[in-house]
Nanobody, 116 residues
Framework: EVQLQASGGGLVQAGGSLRLSCAAS????????IGWFRQAPGKEREGVSC????????DHADSVVGRFTISVDSAKNTVYLEMEDLKPEDTAVYYC?????????WGQGTQVTVSS
């Protein structure tokens, strides 16, 4: 069974840092593109960062370039999103995502709140 377990959210002041984790079971992260998305109240879900370990690339939304870093720990089958210099506009529920054989899998979401 494919499962994604996201964690690491919390309340932080503007300028602070958080690290989100997404642990997978039932498949290997190494074989797929893994993404982090977020959804703020009243807004649509948007892509934040994604990574392909097998192809060796990462990509980030313009709004987080230079502040967020995505990485994969293959031994732990976990994807991390390191977030620095957080801003109030980063406040949202963050979800990890993978698509396997045309099926979308989502983690349960973790709340990030950035106070000004």
């Amino acid at each position: 069974e494919v499962q994604l377990q996201a964690s690491g959210g919390g309340l932080v002041q503007a300028g602070g840092s958080l690290r989100l984790s997404c642990a997978a079971s039932g498949f290997s992260f190494d074989d797929y593109v893994i993404g982090w998305f977020r959804q703020a109240p009243g807004k649509e879900r948007e892509g934040v960062s994604c990574v392909s370990r097998s192809d060796g690339w990462t990509d980030h939304a313009d709004s987080v370039v230079g502040r967020f870093t995505i990485s994969v720990d293959s031994a732990k089958n976990t994807v991390y999103l390191e977030m620095e210099d957080l801003k109030p506009e980063d406040t949202a529920v963050y979800y990890c995502h993978v698509q396997r054989y045309g099926i979308d899998y989502w983690g349960q979401g973790t709340q990030v709140t950035v106070s000004s």
